[in-house]
């Protein structure tokens, strides 16, 4: 068993989430400590912008303060856990998707992981998804691995579902290898985009706006025509894989509670593709905190709709500690990604180390 920080920085783009977990990067996990890290309003806004406009010349800059802000991350997690930095075997470092299109064998995750060492003095592993998308994976979800490690003990079936600003779940069977990810459709991210757009509040907090609002069924029908709702998965999302252009004539509150209802109606439609029913939903996320769209799921799922936190988990801390769990994997030379989570052709190591020091 070892010890490992993650950090996780989501397409919600509120900040950065610090875990560390013991592990030994297969049967064995256990939470330690957790920390968060949230963005200025200025640096959100520098980040919205270029997720608009990639080859924006001001990226070198943006990632350089990015990578410095998860350095923060990682100092405050040992400051106030009391952590030795000589305890950590190394850091799992994901980074900030700006640009994910596997259909072209394309993905970018921002983020130094060269800088990042040299500034926090521990080993880095980084770019988790880049050889998962060059051999014909979707490079995403990759946490299941991760929730079936956390799921051990738990009657399966059950779904794991992660509302950041894209959704994505794990179907995690009654057989040790039953596992099946992809990305179900928006999470946050177009209710984000819209009240942003609406009001300079970076989301619905406590869903206020949606609770106010009237769901627009004609608009949710003509969302949910969208192609990639028919693909098979497994199959992953950009975060502007959807935009809210046909909302424009909706108020604020019905746009909200329309972009709500078709969160959960994505989650929904995604139950068709499970092997076996699920029983139970676990959400994990920012998603969870928001009433409306807790509201939503239950009306659309089967099987009963619970924060992760109903089974002990942090589900803020769940995807930085995929991470760590992640690293270690691929300091060992092991799998992180299958073919029924990303649609690789088999079984994919991946990660980049840069040592401390070097």
Known sequence: MEILIGLMSGTSLDGVDVAAIETDGRSRVRS?????LAYSDAFRDRMRQLLKEP???????V???????HAEAVERLLERSGLPRKAVRAIGF???????????RYTWQMGDGALLSR??????????RSADVRAGGQGAPLAPLYHAVKSVDLTKPLAILNLGGVGNVTWVGPDREAILAFDTGPGNALIDDWVYRATGRACDLG????ERGRMDPCVLAELLTHSYFEEKPPKSLDRNSFSFSN????????????????????????QAFFPLEATRWLVC???????????????????SVEPVESVGWNGDALEAECFAYLASRSLQGLPISLPLTTGVPHAMRGGRLFAAGV
Do not use: W
Not at 119 to 128: L, Y
Not at 207 to 210: M, P, V, W, Y
């Open 32 to 36: 330690l400590c957790f920390e968060s």
């Open 55 to 61: 080859d924006d010349p001001s990226a070198t800059e």
């Open 63 to 69: 990632e350089r303060d990015l990578t410095l802000q």
């Open 94 to 104: 994901h980074g900030q998707t700006i640009r994910h299109d596997p259909s072209k």
């Open 119 to 128: 500034i926090v003095g521990i080993d880095v592993v980084t770019d988790f």
């Open 207 to 210: 869903g206020e706006f949606a």
């Open 247 to 270: 909302l424009e004539e909706l108020s604020l509150e019905d746009g909200a509670a329309t972009l709500t209802a078709f969160t959960a109606a994505a989650v929904g439609r995604g």
């Open 285 to 303: 996320g920012g998603g969870r905190h928001n009433p409306a769209i807790m509201k939503a799921l239950a009306g659309e799922l089967t099987g």
